[in-house]
Nanobody, 122 residues
C-alpha cells in the first residue's frame, strides 16, 4: 500500500488539528494503522493505532484523552483528531501500516507515509 499524510500546520497551545492519511491499496481486517511522531533530535515514537477490522484502538499515555484515531471508510483513510495541543506535541507525524494488527514499534510497520509537520506554539 501507499500512504499519504496531510493536515499538519502551525497552531497555538490548546488548539485542535486533524491529520489524515490516505491509503492507496487494500487493507485486511488483520492489519493495523498507526500514527507515530518524531521531534528533532528524538527517536520516532508511537502515538496511536487502530486495528482495521475490529477498530480496536491503543494510545500512548501522553496523548490519551486528547487524541482520537479513527477509520474513515468513505475515503479509505485513517485520521488523527488532536485536541488540546501542547508544545510537546510538536513533531513530524507519520502514518504507517502493519500486517500484525496492533503493533507499537516502528520495526513492526512495513509501509510509511511521508510525514506532516505539526508545530504547537506556546
Amino acid at each position: 500500500v501507499q500512504l499519504q499524510a496531510s493536515g499538519g500546520g502551525l497552531v497555538q497551545t490548546g488548539d485542535s488539528l486533524t491529520l489524515s492519511c490516505i491509503i492507496s491499496g487494500r487493507l485486511f481486517s488483520s492489519h493495523g494503522m498507526a500514527w507515530f511522531r518524531q521531534a528533532p533530535g528524538k527517536e520516532r515514537e508511537f502515538v496511536a493505532n487502530i486495528r482495521w477490522g475490529a477498530r480496536t484502538t491503543v494510545y500512548d499515555d501522553s496523548v490519551k484523552g486528547r487524541f482520537t484515531i479513527s477509520r474513515d471508510n468513505g475515503k479509505n483513510a485513517v485520521t488523527l483528531q488532536m485536541n488540546n495541543l501542547k508544545p510537546d506535541d510538536t513533531a513530524v507525524y507519520y502514518c504507517a501500516r502493519t500486517t500484525r494488527g496492533l503493533a507499537y514499534s516502528p520495526g513492526g510497520f512495513d509501509s510509511w507515509g511521508q510525514g506532516t509537520q505539526v508545530t504547537v506554539s506556546s
